[in-house]
Structure formats: structure tokens, C-alpha cells
């Protein structure tokens, strides 16, 4: 194995191995220093997602069908809980 | 106007004391429920009352101040009934009285307000609502913040005491393997707890969505259509006090929020809000559509998912305003000003603070020697063999090489930049938690 293995390897071993060890102390830092973090979650403010249709593995076309009866659900959905105007307010 | 829930056996002001969930007199050593208070208020009121005239019959001159519900029941979670945008003197009276209004410091005005127990003036900013008297140490409630169109809905009641609160923070700090010893053993500027005021809102969303998602080699689309209804959203309802800061605070128990009385501001400092409802509904419906798009996206097989397509239109069902408890504890540090929070209710810290850089330097130092070595090992032998294939010419030997150069850049890629990520995080949390403006927040009110 000649010299150019070796000064590729070493490259990019010493940037592999820098870049994995500030990953490393940045997150020993943040997990002694930085208290308290928090990015919110939808089961802080509810009870969950409530999934009424759904279909995987679909091509562009049958997505577009898809989405044209999707809006005649989402219209019923809203006009049966009447939110076509703001409910609440102090 | 300022007032005072002042005790019935002495005559001392009643602070709310957290750890008994009383109203507590330090000067005889009482300690009385809402409920008792009332009652003992409603006696005087009867008994001063000349004959032939009507006592009053609303709760809401029970205590001084404002005009409170039942203190025992749950807010409800119905919707409130709706108001026109002329009826709604939220939206249409923000600015306070001009009079009594002056200039401190050149920057933010403050009224002047006369203490009930000794007479001595008290400076109050635009949005305080209760304070201390610097002359006589009573707590202090200005009671024309809370009337009418300011009085809040609910309240979280503070349930960590002050020396809890310096405790968590203590005991955090101390553990901590890179704080700085100077910061561990800090000495405390000032502890104050304050109510924040929020808005609170429940938000309806329901979608019809595409998504676009790799399975394998090729991409392929997924349809859901899908509703979530959010309940009680808090929204920070203080401009001075920093939202991304206030954020981390989260989440609050919200479920056991009372009704709201001005007893409870007692021995607290207590901001009204200043930041509409308007602009804060704008808020909180990016944020359930933040997370109701985060929701539906765990429910896409496959990676590299794209939302495609999307007809959302949250809509706002209920709006609440609420006072929510935190405790600000300010300290020093190399001649900058820290300031941690604890959440007064669910005893949850925010804060971060400097590292010790010569340590962190250490640990990379041995880290990078142990790994560069293996690393450039590793690699030189499979570059060796990756050339040495492509070298023969072979169609799989392109594609190894190709997939070899591929995962370098992906590894490379994925290590450096979430590194920059956390770093940039880090420092930002510093900065937050220095940040003048918070720290301002808490020091510019009446010392006790």
C-alpha cells in the first residue's frame, strides 16, 4: 500500500475524527450546561392526532385523485363542527 | 389604586405562602384560606352596612380588587361566548391612564402608586400589577390592572417556594461536570417570583395532506387526511420577556389552573399582558399547525419526507388569559448578569451557563488522538481497497467506489454539521439566559 493511500486515509481521518470528537464534547457541554430545553409536543396540548384517511404508496396521479376527495371530507368535517367563523373570544 | 389583603388578626399584609397554599401572615403567624377570607370580609362588609340598605350579594366584593368566580371549580373547558370587535375591550384598550405616568431612566414609564400601609410611593411600571413597598416590605397589588377588561381568567398558583427554587437551581448547578466553580457556587442577586400573563388557546386543525417520501430507491406519495384539536396553547403575553426564553418553560400544568383572584398575587411580583391576543393567536396557531404537521409526518412510512400539499386553516375555539408562575433567580459571573427560571408550578429549570474551557479543550485533545489515529487506519486500508477495484475496471467495482465516495460525504456531512448545530444551540441558550433584557425584567422592579 503506497504513500497516497496513507495521506488520503490520514485526511481524512483526522477530519472524520475532529469533526466526532467536537460532536462528542459539544454534546457532554449541552447535557451539563444547557438545562431545561424544550421543543414542545402535541401531547402537551391534547389527546393526539385523529387520522380519518390515509393511503401509502401512491403515484402522483392517484395522489391528486386522492386529494379531491379529501376536500369533500375536510369541507364536511368543518361544516359539521361549525368553524366557518371564530367561536370563542373574551 | 393599590391594596392590600391585610390580615384580620393584626392587620399585617397576607402573602400566599406556596408550600401551605395559604394566605400567610408572617407578623402574628396566621395562615388563612380563600375561602375563610371571604368569609371573615363578608362579615365586616354586613356589619358596617347601615340598616334598610342591601348588602352586596357579588362574590366580587368579597375581597378587594377585583371581581373573582368560584374559587373551588375548574375553569371550564366550554368556549366562551363571543364578542363583537367594539365590544371587546381587550383588543381596543391596551394603553394604560397617561396620568401619574412618568419617565424613569429615560425608558420605561412608571406610575406612581401610593402605599395603603405606610403611605409612601411606590414605583410601578406600565404593566405591574403587583409589587413590594420599598419603605414598609408589604406586598402590594394594584388593583386597577385587574379590573374589568385586565382581570385574567385563571391563575396557576405558585407551589415552589422561594428557598425550593434556589435549592433546584443549587442542586443542578452543582451537578453539572463543566460548569465553572465560580457559577456553582454562586451568589444569589435576586430571587423573585412572578406571574407571567399568557394567553391560552384551544385550536382546532384538520387537514387534507400529500406527502412525498423515499421507499427504497423511488419516492412515493402518501395521503392523510386527519384532525387534532389543541388544548389550552400558552402564548406569552409580556413583550419584555424573551418568548424563546419563556418557551423552554413548557409545558405547564394547565389542567390545574383556578379560577383567578388577586389574593394569590400577594408576595408575588405579577405583570399584566402586553401583548394582544390578536397578535398572540397568530402565534399559537403556528404552532399547532407546527405540531399537527409533525403528528401526520410520524405516520409517513419511508424517508426523506416533504409535505407536497396542504390546506390548513387552524381556527381558534376558546381563548383564555392566565397567570402563570415563575421564579427569575439573577446572579454574576465574570461581570455578566445570568438569569435562571424555574417553572413555579412543575419545578422545571431553564438556564444555561459558560463552560469550563479548559477542561472541554482536554477531553476533545484525548477524544481526537484516540479517534484520528483509528480513523486513518480504517480509512486508508478501504480507500486502498475502493482505487484497487476500480482500478480492475469491473462494472461492480465503479458502483463500490461510488457508493464509498457517497457514504464519506454522508458521514463527513451528518458528523460536522450537527456538531456546528449544537455548538450554535449552546451558545444560543447562553445567550439567552444573559441576555440584558431578561435580566432587566427582573431587576427593574421595587425592591422589597
Known amino acids: 500500500m503506497g504513500a497516497f493511500y496513507w495521506i488520503i486515509g490520514i485526511a481524512l481521518g483526522i477530519a472524520l475524527g475532529i469533526g466526532l470528537a467536537l460532536r462528542i464534547v459539544v454534546s457532554l457541554i449541552m447535557r451539563s450546561n444547557d438545562i431545561g430545553d424544550y421543543s414542545g409536543s402535541s401531547r402537551d396540548f391534547g389527546n393526539g392526532l385523529y387520522v380519518l384517511e390515509q393511503k401509502n404508496g401512491l403515484s402522483a396521479r392517484k395522489v391528486r385523485k386522492r386529494l379531491e376527495e379529501g376536500r369533500i371530507t375536510l369541507e364536511g368535517l368543518r361544516s359539521k363542527r361549525g368553524l366557518g367563523q371564530r367561536t370563542g373570544g373574551r | ?204 386543525c384538520a387537514d387534507n395532506q400529500s406527502w412525498k417520501y423515499s421507499s427504497g430507491r423511488s419516492s412515493a406519495y402518501a395521503h392523510r387526511v386527519a384532525e387534532c384539536e389543541f388544548k389550552n396553547i400558552t402564548t406569552e403575553a409580556s413583550e419584555r420577556f424573551v418568548d424563546e426564553y419563556s418557551m423552554k418553560l413548557e409545558p405547564f400544568n394547565t389542567a390545574k389552573r383556578i379560577p383567578f383572584h388577586p389574593a394569590y398575587l400577594s408576595g408575588f411580583y405579577s405583570d399584566r399582558f402586553d401583548v394582544s391576543d390578536e397578535k398572540a393567536e397568530s402565534i399559537a396557531t403556528r404552532r399547532a399547525t407546527q405540531l399537527f404537521d409533525r403528528e401526520v409526518m410520524a405516520t409517513i412510512p419511508g424517508s426523506d419526507k416533504e409535505l407536497e400539499h396542504s390546506e390548513m386553516e387552524p381556527v381558534i375555539t376558546r381563548e383564555e388569559y392566565s397567570m402563570l408562575p415563575v421564579w427569575f433567580l439573577t446572579f454574576r459571573y465574570q461581570d455578566n448578569p445570568y438569569t435562571i427560571l424555574v417553572n413555579g408550578q412543575t419545578r422545571k429549570m431553564v438556564g444555561a451557563v459558560p463552560y469550563v474551557k479548559k477542561k472541554a479543550a482536554v477531553i476533545f485533545a484525548i477524544l481526537a488522538a484516540i479517534l484520528c489515529p483509528i480513523f486513518s487506519v480504517v480509512f486508508s486500508y478501504v480507500t486502498y481497497f475502493a482505487v484497487q477495484g476500480l482500478l480492475e475496471g469491473t462494472e461492480d467495482s465503479f458502483k463500490v467506489f461510488a457508493y464509498y465516495i457517497a457514504f464519506i460525504a454522508v458521514l463527513f456531512g451528518a458528523t460536522w454539521v450537527s456538531a456546528i448545530r449544537k455548538h450554535d444551540q449552546m451558545k444560543r441558550s447562553i445567550g439567552l439566559t444573559c441576555a440584558t433584557s431578561t435580566n432587566r425584567f427582573v431587576k427593574e422592579r421595587q425592591d422589597r
Not at chain 2, 377585583?66 to 394603553?95: C, F, H, Q, W, Y
Not at chain 2, 424613569?104 to 410611593?121: K, N
Request: glycine share 6%.
Open chain 2, 1 to 204: 389604586m393599590t391594596n392590600q389583603i391585610k390580615c384580620p388578626g393584626c392587620g399585617w399584609t397576607l402573602e400566599y405562602d406556596p408550600a401551605l397554599g395559604k394566605f400567610c401572615c408572617i407578623y402574628c403567624n396566621t395562615a388563612y384560606t380563600v375561602a375563610e377570607l371571604k368569609e371573615m370580609h363578608k362579615e365586616e362588609k354586613e356589619s358596617e352596612i347601615p340598616s334598610g340598605v342591601t348588602p352586596p350579594t357579588k362574590e366580587s366584593e368579597a375581597l378587594p380588587g377585583a371581581t373573582p368566580p368560584g374559587m373551588e371549580s375548574v375553569v371550564p373547558s366550554g368556549a366562551i361566548p363571543p364578542k363583537t370587535e367594539s365590544e371587546d375591550p381587550v383588543r381596543n384598550r391596551l394603553a394604560m391612564p397617561a396620568e401619574g405616568i412618568r419617565k424613569v431612566r429615560g425608558t420605561i414609564p412608571m406610575t406612581v402608586l401610593t402605599c395603603r400601609s405606610c403611605g409612601a410611593e411606590l414605583m410601578m411600571n406600565r404593566v405591574e400589577t403587583s409589587s413590594f413597598c420599598a419603605y414598609c416590605g408589604q406586598a402590594t397589588i394594584a388593583s386597577e390592572r385587574l379590573e374589568d377588561w385586565l382581570e385574567p381568567d385563571s391563575i396557576i398558583p405558585f407551589s415552589v417556594t422561594k428557598e425550593e427554587a434556589e435549592k433546584i437551581i443549587r442542586t443542578r448547578l452543582q451537578a453539572g461536570s463543566f460548569i465553572p466553580d465560580g457559577i456553582k457556587n454562586f451568589e444569589t442577586e435576586r430571587l423573585r417570583g412572578i406571574y407571567i400573563p399568557y394567553w391560552l388557546f384551544d385550536v382546532y
